[in-house]
T-cell receptor, first 114, second 115 residues
Framework: GAGVSQTPSNKVTEKGKYVELRCDPI?????LYWYRQSLGQGPEFLIY????????DSGLPNDRFFAVRPEGSVSTLKIQRTERGDSAVYLC????????????FGQGTRLTVV | AQKITQTQPGMFVQEKEAVTLDCTYD???????LFWYKQPSSGEMIFLIY??????QNATEGRYSLNFQKARKSANLVISASQLGDSAMYFC????????????FGTGTSLTVIP
């Protein structure tokens, strides 16, 4: 497809488990972003990739969160030892480089930790 | 300090009327971009309009226009001739710098269009 694709769309996991969320950006977009959105809130920045490298990971809340983008395309957000407070919608976006280029968002992955 | 401030948690507008959604921003960069996104109840984030810090004219896209007041650091979204389908959350966002960085989002404004 032409848009940003995120899988799975929904994920229910037990507290303490490990999860992986996948993002397939728009082809040619070198910038990739992960955001977390809780109900009624705006998107909260987690990490930004420029190509394969994390240009800014200052939004990752703690060391349980990690993200990779090994080939500069698909990215995986990894959460270890999940906690109930991790429950949220995780949004991925991609864009071209440049301050005037908008980000295109995927539909998000709704993570529920029970 | 918050990078993006949206002070209106909820707004109501009569169908076919115009509505202004407020956004103020905070940055020391000379080069930055301002964006508005719409998020319907389905959850997708839809890009609406962009304003660059060096743009002298206010951006317009169909029924959307951006009232950009650089000295006041405000970038209000104006929706003209509101439609029922405009009911959604609206987020203001900013990206700083020449090379592009993360997007900072506000807390959003929930707009309800009344028939």
């Amino acid at each position: 497809g032409a848009g940003v694709s995120q899988t799975p769309s929904n994920k229910v996991t037990e507290k303490g488990k490990y999860v992986e969320l996948r993002c397939d950006p728009i082809s040619g977009h070198t910038a990739l972003y992960w955001y977390r959105q809780s109900l009624g809130q705006g998107p909260e920045f987690l990490i930004y990739f420029q190509g394969t490298g994390a240009a800014d990971d200052s939004g990752l809340p703690n060391d349980r969160f990690f993200a990779v983008r090994p080939e500069g395309s698909v990215s995986t957000l990894k959460i270890q030892r999940t906690e109930r407070g991790d429950s949220a919608v995780y949004l991925c976006a991609s864009s071209l480089v440049g301050p005037d280029t908008e980000a295109f968002f995927g539909q998000g992955t709704r993570l529920t930790v029970v | 300090a918050q990078k993006i401030t949206q002070t209106q948690p909820g707004m109501f507008v009569q169908e076919k009327e115009a509505v202004t959604l407020d956004c103020t921003y905070d940055t020391s960069d000379q080069s930055y971009g301002l964006f508005w996104y719409k998020q319907p109840s389905s959850g997708e984030m839809i890009f609406l309009i962009y304003q660059g810090s060096y743009d002298e004219q206010n951006a317009t896209e169909g029924r959307y226009s951006l009232n950009f007041q650089k000295a006041r650091k405000s970038a209000n979204l104006v929706i003209s001739a509101s439609q029922l389908g405009d009911s959604a959350m609206y987020f203001c966002a900013m990206r700083e710098g020449q090379r592009g960085n993360q997007f900072y989002f506000g807390t959003g404004t929930s707009l309800t269009v009344i028939p």
